[in-house]
């Protein structure tokens, strides 16, 4: 079974502070990781997607890195802003089914 | 811009009554995910759909909780009848290959 980590679960830090969120899973053999983001209330925004043959996926200032052989992802997000506040989530494919496994998230607050 | 579409965004209805949510995925999408979230469980997946056929409901409770995709355009899931344990979120995602798009979801409150 796939099991999916996040930690820390909360995390605030002043604007301006690159970010760094951190993903982990138990099942190595995956095909894709997926970052999303979700405000409170609100569904969810996918962020990014790595397929497990890349190493790195960016998108603004956005960088996520996956290191499938230690089971770990990890979402840089650079010079915060107050618009960043959310929360996090990675989810990994249940094997190779269409089935996500997702973290119970990382809550960011970003201080102005 | 496309994105999926969930009806209604919130609904309250009383212990026993039955409760239908619709969502309509991405166009040219052909997988459909239903999922229910919980600030105790989180996420969890309840059923999915690839080219409008069942492929896993095992989230699903089968006594009380149904869906289907009547058309390419259309996935349904039902719940008959309710129970205050079904107070969520329930959101519906669409996928074309591997990426999941969720929609705004349906926030159910059963009295």
């Known amino acids: 079974k796939q099991e999916v980590t996040q930690i820390p679960a909360a995390l605030s830090v002043p604007e301006g502070e690159n970010l760094v969120l951190n993903c982990s899973f138990t099942?190595?053999?995956?095909?894709?990781l997926q970052w999303f983001r979700q405000d409170p209330g609100k569904g969810l925004t996918s962020l990014l997607l790595i397929q497990s043959s890349q190493r790195e996926q960016t998108s603004g200032r956005l960088n996520a890195s996956l290191d499938k052989s230690s089971g770990r992802s990890t979402l840089y997000i650079a010079a915060s802003q107050p618009g960043d506040s959310a929360t996090y989530l990675c989810a990994v494919p249940i094997s190779n089914d269409y089935k996500l496994s997702f973290g119970a998230g990382t809550t960011v607050t970003v201080r102005a | 811009d496309a994105r999926v579409t969930q009806t209604p965004r919130h609904k309250v209805t009383e212990m026993g009554q039955e409760v239908t949510m619709r969502c309509q995925p991405i166009l040219g999408h052909n997988t459909v995910f239903w999922y229910r979230q919980t600030m105790m469980q989180g996420l969890e997946l309840l059923a999915y759909f690839r080219n409008r056929a069942p492929l896993d409901d095992s989230g699903m409770p089968k006594d009380r909780f149904s869906a289907e995709m009547p058309d390419a355009t259309l996935a349904t899931l039902k719940i008959q009848p309710s129970e205050p344990r079904d107070s969520a979120v329930y959101f519906c995602?669409?996928?074309?290959?591997?990426?999941?798009?969720f929609g705004p979801g349906t926030r159910l409150t059963v009295l």
């Open positions: 099942d190595s053999a995956i095909y894709n």
């Open positions: 995602a669409s996928s074309e290959y591997n990426e999941q798009f």
